[in-house]
């Protein structure tokens, strides 16, 4: 599988803790941002999404928050399960942009049991 | 439903070379993506096809790089003649074209590629 990088920032949490993955997006005119969860040797999974018109949004054991005025996202996982262990971005879509995505540099989450 | 489909999975081949990737996006899926990730650093988009025309190409990092997308259907993306800084993941997405970002993309699993 994919070696994901050496140079990843790193968080590491005990099993049935909650977790919290941050990221600072790039341009103050993006309208959507996305959480991608990318396992080794797998292409990025869709885990949850917002737009800017929201400043948080949940799901199933998810949680992300938008703060627009410091640019910046945060993904919360609830109950961290090593299955959660994975290299997680964020990507951001600017209007005129078409579909292009920014992604930010990524994080690793270890989960240990 | 198949997934977004990449081939071949892993390719290791000399400087100097040329290498051909392919993607098989989702059926009916009008948009069509290449992504990149070298090793240890963010996904980059190369770039974006509706149908068989290029949509947005302004990530491609040279002309050693050409994607094409005949028919609409499957896209490939040559790296012709390969150097060592081209190494890393190449992912293709795609999805539908009206509901394009909000539908969210389906990424398939990357094509490794090392030059050696």
């Known amino acids: 599988g994919e070696s994901v990088g050496l140079h990843l920032p790193t968080l590491s949490v005990q099993e049935g803790d909650n977790s919290i993955i941050n990221c600072a997006y790039s341009?103050?005119?993006?309208?959507?941002f996305i959480w991608y969860k990318q396992e080794s040797g797998k292409g990025p999974q869709f885990i949850i999404d917002i737009r800017s018109n929201m400043d948080k949004r949940q799901g199933q054991r998810v949680t992300v928050l938008l703060n627009k005025t410091v640019k910046h996202l945060s993904l919360q996982i609830a109950a961290t399960q090593p299955g959660d262990s994975a290299v997680y971005f964020c990507?951001?879509?600017?209007?005129?942009?078409?579909?292009?995505?920014?992604f930010g540099a990524g994080t690793r989450l270890a989960v240990h049991p | 439903e198949a997934g977004v489909t990449q081939f071949p999975s892993h390719s290791v081949i000399e400087k100097g070379q040329t290498v051909t990737l392919r993607c098989d996006p989702i059926?009916?899926?009008?948009?069509l993506y290449w992504y990149r990730r070298v090793m240890g650093k963010e996904i980059k988009f190369l770039l974006h096809?509706?149908?068989?025309?290029?949509?947005?190409e302004s990530g491609m990092p040279n002309n050693r790089f050409l994607a094409e997308r005949t028919g609409g259907t499957y896209s490939t993306l040559k790296v012709q003649p390969a150097e060592l800084e081209d190494s890393g993941v190449y992912f293709c997405?795609?999805?539908?074209?009206?509901?394009?970002?909000?539908?969210?993309?389906?990424f398939g699993s990357g094509t490794r590629l090392t030059v050696v």
């Open positions: 990507a951001e879509n600017t209007p005129g942009g078409y579909n292009k995505l920014i």
């Open positions: 059926s009916g899926h009008d948009n």
């Open positions: 096809f509706v149908k068989e025309s290029k949509q947005d």
């Open positions: 341009n103050s005119a993006s309208d959507y």
């Open positions: 997405a795609s999805s539908f074209r009206n509901r394009a970002i909000l539908d969210g993309y389906t």
